[in-house]
């Protein structure tokens, strides 16, 4: 038997709910993964700090808030930052854009770290 135009509607009206419910559950699973990356990313950066610089590792809060302001708001450290920044945008496309703090954490943290050694030497971290 053929289904009425009122049948016919409810049926479309209960699969846009399942699929606005399904739309809901995908935001929130994708939101849960955007903090687990975060997460992720912090963890792994501030180990990374902890392990270069173990001296930060008493500090209080606010004095290592003080100490990143301090040593990182630097012409140099902006400079080393925009080099990075502008190599990775460069070589992005050609990755198939993968997303930042994937693999990508310790290279450039080697390069900003070599970077400071040279000193005057700027151009190491740039090319």
Do not use: W
């Not at 559950?25 to 180990?47: A, P, V």
């Not at 997303?99 to 000193?119: C, L, S, V």
């Amino acid at each position: 038997m053929a289904k009425t135009k009122i049948e016919k509607i409810a049926s479309i009206e209960e699969e846009i709910r399942q699929l606005e419910n399904k739309k809901k559950r995908l935001i929130q699973e994708q939101k849960e993964q955007e903090r687990k990356d975060r997460t992720n990313r912090l963890c792994k950066r501030m180990g990374f700090i902890e392990k270069l610089l173990p001296g930060t590792i008493p500090l209080t809060e606010e004095q290592f808030k003080t100490f990143v302001e301090q040593a990182i708001a630097t012409d140099h450290s902006r400079c080393v930052l925009d080099g990075l920044t502008a190599q990775y945008a460069a070589t992005a496309p050609a990755q198939g854009a993968e997303p930042a703090g994937r693999g990508n954490t310790q290279p450039a943290a080697k390069t900003a770290q070599t970077a400071q050694e040279d000193g005057a030497g700027g151009s190491a971290a740039q090319g």
